[in-house]
């Protein structure tokens, strides 16, 4: 006897999906991984352990999580000022922030260079009261990655804090709770598997990130070199087998560490009764 | 006195909620502020806890002015309507907040918490759950696991909003005269909100009437159904038939037996106070048009022409066997004899 449904349309809707990640995701990747196999192990292993493949690599990935974890932190923070307090010019700031989905990514990297560069307008400050230098250093790796990560976060924050019951918030206070208390021990549980969405997601997008990072890296070998501009290199140089050798490898740790994420967040839901 | 509210007053922008409010509740009581939706209840009972401000006026606990206190200084026990319980704590913790969060000096050790939050599940009957989610509980479960959670503070008050609003008639039932008993055992003055009079009536030890702001009337159930204070009071608590002397009804009133009073022309008249017999003679105006069975009671619906021609309903109740007795059934004619009347203006 067939399965029923409850809702009609499994058969069309589950051979939409198929074929959709089939044509748009996984023969891509196989592509990619055949490539790749037309290296020899030795030489696969040649490639990846070239000193300035794993410093990309390492640049890459250390910047991406910081840029994550900065914008799960500002992320939240203007989530929670979008959702709680009233001000004027509210609906346009909460337009503003989705412009970084929409801006080219190279505008974005070059404008974000030019004011993060020695003589650019913050960076000028910047360097006078701290003497730190933003652009074509890794920092400013780590500003554009949170420029094109922070709608993420914020976007993810928004609808929980917005169904948040802030009786429960009156509830701690009755119970004696002060603001700190109140924050740590009541809504901080309920936004942070939100909150770790929004940097998984903004990690993801930073680890791909190649438009507005490269003009404000300064793209030096084993310092400021992130792992998709090497990539473009070895296009460049008709080494498509390294390319995809290294692209290979980057999609490989990257869905370890969104696993690693996801698994996190299953067991605070788990911890939390909330599954 | 245990709460005192000294001219409480209180504006949502043009609408006034609260209007130059005094109120007195003596220790111990269990008192509930009643009155329609929109009457300011629940932003009176979130004044006395310190969720709201008010824009005038004091608030006192237990001789103290509390009225610049926030919430947490209280020492106020709130049951929310919703329950509020933290989704993301299991039962236990949920209880334990209160006691967790004390400062260092205040708290007790895990051992004392451990103890106290079981004494208090049991004290709820739901020891049993101390390991649930709130999502994992029923309406009343959920109340009383928000009950137990308030109470481990030991409140001086305990303030509860619409505390059976969100629940089944069954359970509420049960619910209300848990409630009443758990107040005997505790003995710590609360109030609750409430729009529902036979609720208030049936918890209460001591009833608020609340409209459009004001008070109006404090008392007893038994004083506030037995001698309403004003039209508004009579009409909200129980069941009344309303009479206009100076119309058509003042015939057939004054057949009835009921004395002209010297003052009022407006005759409230409780279902019980009506007395009805099987019509001898051709006078009788009223007639059985329909009668439901309510339990121990029966209401019976008459309608009474009048001198125009046009007809008054009336209910009566009265207990089973005593309509069974009259031997009367539906288009019947009887004869109505009133024995009590509130008039008003």
Redesign the interface.
Known sequence: MPQSHIMPGFRPAISFTLVYLSLIVLIPLSAMLLKTFQLSWDEFWAILTNARVIASFRVTFVSALSAAAVAGIFGFIIAWTLVRYPFPGKRLLDALIDLPFALPTAVAGIVLATIYQPNGVIGKLVLAVFGVQIAYKPLGIVFAMIFIGLPFVVRTIEPVLQEF?T??E?????????RL?TFI??IL??ILPATLTGFALAFARAVGEYGSVIFIAGNMPYISEIVPLLIITKLEQYDYAGATAIGLVMLILSFILLLLINLLQGWLRRR???L | MSIILNNISKQFGDFTALANINLDIPEGELVALLGPSGCGKTTLLRIIAGLEHADRGQVFLKGNEVTDQPVKKRQIGFVFQHYALFRHMTVFDNIAFGLRVKPKKERPNETEIKKKVHALLNLVQLDWLAGRFPEQLSGGQRQRIALARALAVEPSVLLLDEPFGALDASVRKDLRLWLRHLHHELNVTSIFVTHDQEEAMEVASQIVVLNKGHVEQQGSPSDIYDHPANAFVSRFIGHTNVFELGQQDTFWLKNSGLPTPETGKVAHVRPHNIELEKATDEGAQAILKDWQHLGALIRVELHNKDADGGAVTLFAEMPNEQFKALQIDKGDRVAVRIRHAHWFH
């Not at chain 1, 009156?170 to 002060?178: V, Y």
């Open positions: 019951d009786a429960m009156e509830a701690a206070a009755s119970l004696g709770a002060n208390q021990k009541v549980p309920n939390n009764g909330q």
